[in-house]
């Protein structure tokens, strides 16, 4: 069974915190499920110039309809794995678009 403390994210009383795995340039934007430790979310955008960056903010700022100044990349600026912060979003959100 597993403990909540495997999962890849975490409920902070601001936020969730999200351990992320990315991979740019895929045909849509989505979550395609937990790969190892972290949350896998391809992304549309190529990993150059921030693009891929920006659009992980807009994605996951539409998908829990927070404003895009509430996603902040806390961990992995510049790498495929990023912890990232989403203010006022909850477990529970993220749990019935993963279902």
Same mark, same amino acid.
């Not at 915190?17 to 790969?35: H, M, N, Y």
């Not at 495929?80 to 006022?88: A, M």
């Given at each position: 069974?597993?403990?909540?403390?495997?999962?890849?994210?975490?409920?902070?009383?601001?936020?969730?915190?999200?351990?992320?795995?990315?991979?740019?340039?895929?045909?849509? !934007?989505?979550?395609?499920?937990?790969?190892?430790?972290?949350?896998?979310?391809?992304?549309?955008?190529?990993?150059?110039?921030? *693009?891929?960056?920006?659009?992980?903010?807009?994605?996951? *700022?539409?998908?829990?309809?927070? *404003?895009?100044?509430?996603?902040?990349?806390? *961990?992995?600026? !510049?790498?495929?794995?990023?912890?990232?912060?989403?203010?006022?979003?909850?477990?529970?959100?993220?749990?019935?678009?993963?279902?």
């Amino acid at each position: 069974m597993a403990d909540r403390t495997e999962r890849p994210w975490q409920e902070q009383p601001d936020g969730l915190l999200l351990r992320l795995v990315v991979q740019p340039r895929a045909s849509r !934007s989505e979550f395609c499920g937990i790969q190892g430790d972290e949350l896998k979310l391809r992304l549309t955008a190529p990993p150059v110039d921030g *693009a891929a960056n920006a659009c992980c903010r807009e994605f996951l *700022a539409k998908l829990f309809r927070v *404003a895009k100044s509430a996603v902040r990349i806390e *961990a992995g600026e !510049s790498s495929r794995h990023k912890r990232i912060k989403v203010l006022g979003a909850t477990a529970a959100q993220l749990e019935q678009q993963l279902s």
